[in-house]
């Protein structure tokens, strides 16, 4: 299962890639590329670098398993820890695989709600790669408790407290947008600013158990779970929400209800408080985490049954979200195709957006294009209308330098898809399956890649 | 072929035509049809996006239940509601598809639907891929749940440390599943 949803994510970000770096809109410089477009490339980018060793690791894992090797097994001369270092090596960037772009969507929904682009474009991008080279830097922490030298153990201290700098920078950023904006209250930025003060919670709870000793105290219990969930669900799940408030209505045409969408973020935002802030008073008292129950002398009922009440608020705010949803999708108000008078060029088109996206392609003089050209956006012309075609450009300056034919739709991605995930579940049970199911795989891919004879194809 | 070169075929540019032709002509060019087999092969990014963003949310929802039915085991001491092997396989299934089935799957999957819009172009890189990367997803992530339900699920917690998930036979194979 993991090995098919790494298969997915690495080509998803090569896609991302090549879509950031040669087909952008003429005059869409480097600096003029989007905050989210950008959290996107730099997401891509761990991909590619983080993923493989998960990768590497399970296979390993299951050849040891199938075949008999002994990576893992330390009897036959294998590494146990071996195992963690490489599962952690990705599962430290992955944090950051999530956190990252939900950066990307804080920067879109404060740009349209401050009503000004958001302050400190250069040092945003620049913390974002930074985040993500120290991302690589961290994977240790989570392995303080198994006896690893003293040298190493500190240095992955060091450099997780150092995370939070280019972090720290972020948020100053936005709140200088805000405080610098004239800040609209709607649904989208609600969830943004529980995601301050949520995730700045969770950076804190990090910054110390980024600390040896605190870590040791505190490994395996409560505190550790309320940490990452302050992290992942505040630093990804409340701008994840609020990215659904804002986009809804351009992927469907229709707006999500306002007066839910309120109701929504409270309940969330209290729920999740409820929830998990107990967490880190429980982990302090000792309890250990994935233990099915406790004893009731151990005193930690009272505190437990407050959680899990949190829990099921956070619950309902889920059901309102879906209920909204379902609503809005036959009844909400029409969009139109800016709502929310956004700078970027997805605004631009109508919502839904038609499958062409747009019917002239844009040329982009601004970063929020839309603000610098109230009236109507200059556009290049010159594609062909009876084919699939779109323009190729230069890297840094999104000069145009071919008109690229991209493909038509085709039944193989899928047949290609059940060939690879039959040998896979195949090879739960033998691993002869992996050299059988490559014919028709194989069948696949060429069906696939069968030239069409394209005017393009035969030059 | 550059941008500034003539026609060198007789296919027709979109310099000429007026809005409402443009849109037709557009529209035949890059829509997906609307039979099954036109739907299946689908390669238009905002098509396979809106997949994606949805099935990840089906994912969250069974992640949630999953939290959610934890947290009413632990609400009092000594409840009985889960046993500790389900207890068990119920932790590892919310991380797992927390992790691998929602969150990272959520945010590629807003960005194959927006990056395109955003930097004006029209599908996005490797569309066929693109559609690919959707299948092998969905299929992971029935695949996992489907063992769950046959109560083989992986039991040792999302990371799988080792040597437990090296012990128990198929459980785990289920989570990590296949050699590549």
Request: hydrophobic share 50%; charged share 15%; net charge neutral.
């Amino acid at each position: 299962m993991i090995t098919f949803t790494e298969v997915s994510a690495l080509a998803v970000a090569v896609e991302i890639i090549v879509t950031v770096f040669k087909q952008r809109a003429p005059g869409m410089t480097l600096d003029r590329i989007p905050l989210f477009v950008w959290a996107m490339l730099v997401m891509s980018f761990l991909i590619i670098f983080a993923m493989p060793a998960v990768m590497v690791a399970s296979t390993m894992l299951i050849l040891d398993r199938l075949v008999g090797t002994h990576f893992f097994n330390p009897a036959e001369g294998g590494d146990s820890l071996l195992w963690q270092h490489l599962f952690w090596f990705f599962g430290h960037p992955e944090v950051y695989i999530i956190f990252i772009p939900a950066t990307g969507m804080v920067s879109s929904i404060i740009a349209a709600f401050a009503r000004r682009p958001v302050f400190g474009q250069l040092p945003l991008i620049l913390s974002l790669i930074a985040v993500g080279f120290l991302s690589f830097g961290l994977w240790v922490h989570h392995m303080f408790t198994t006896g690893l030298p003293q040298l190493g153990a500190s240095f992955f201290t060091a450099s997780s407290m150092l995370i939070a700098v280019p972090n720290g920078i972020q948020i100053f950023c936005w709140l200088a947008t805000l405080w610098d904006g004239k800040p609209v209250f709607k649904t989208p930025l609600l969830f943004v600013l529980g995601f301050f003060f949520i995730f700045v919670i969770g950076g804190l709870s990090g910054v110390m158990v980024a600390s040896v000793p605190i870590d040791t105290q505190v490994h395996d219990t409560y505190f550790v779970v309320a940490h990452f969930h302050y992290v992942l669900i505040g630093g990804a799940v409340f701008p994840l929400i609020g990215a659904i408030y804002f986009w809804f209505p351009k992927i469907t045409g229709r707006m999500l209800s306002e007066h839910l969408g309120k109701w929504n973020f409270w309940l969330a935002f209290v729920g999740f408080n409820v929830a998990f802030f107990p967490m880190h008073i429980l982990g302090l008292q000792g309890m250990p985490r994935r233990v099915y129950t406790y004893l009731p002398e151990m005193g930690w009922g009272p505190l437990n049954l407050l959680s899990s009440a949190g829990a099921l608020i956070l619950f309902v705010s889920f059901v309102l979200l879906l209920l909204n949803v379902v609503t809005s999708l036959s009844r909400g108000r029409l969009a139109g195709d800016n709502p929310w008078d956004a700078g970027t060029l997805e605004w631009a088109t109508t919502s839904p957006p038609a499958p062409y996206n747009f019917s002239r392609i844009p040329f982009v003089t601004h970063r929020e294009p839309l603000w610098d050209n109230r009236e109507s956006l200059p556009v290049v012309t010159g594609l062909s209308v009876d084919s699939r075609e779109l323009i190729s450009g230069t890297l840094t300056e999104a000069y145009p330098e071919l008109r690229e034919s991209t493909p038509e739709p085709s039944i193989w991605p899928l047949l290609a898809a059940i060939a690879v995930a039959a040998s896979f579940v195949a090879s739960i049970f033998t691993p002869w399956a992996i050299v059988w199911g490559s014919i028709p795989v194989a069948i696949a891919f060429t069906g696939w890649f069968w030239p069409k004879g394209a005017p393009e194809d035969e030059k | 072929m550059t941008i500034s070169d003539a026609t060198a075929h007789d296919d027709v540019r979109d310099t000429s035509l007026s809005d409402a032709e443009l849109h037709t002509r557009l529209t035949r060019t890059w829509r997906t049809g609307s039979s099954w087999i036109e739907r299946l092969s689908s390669v238009d990014h905002k098509v396979v996006g809106r997949r994606y963003i949805i099935t990840a949310f089906v994912f969250l929802c069974l992640g949630g239940l999953s939290a959610v039915a934890m947290r009413l085991q632990l609400a009092r001491p000594e409840a009985k509601l889960l046993g500790p092997d389900l207890y068990n396989q119920l932790f590892t299934m919310h991380g797992t598809t927390m992790m691998f089935l929602f969150a990272v799957p959520v945010m590629e999957a807003f960005a194959v639907y927006l990056v395109p819009l955003m930097v004006g172009t029209r599908n996005i890189a490797f569309p066929r891929l693109n559609a690919f990367s959707y299948w092998v997803f969905l299929f992971g992530g029935v695949f996992l749940w489907v063992s769950f339900m046959l109560k083989i699920g992986p039991d040792a917690g999302w990371f799988a440390y080792v040597p437990s998930p090296a012990r128990n036979t198929r459980r785990e194979n289920a989570s990590m599943s296949g050699p590549r």
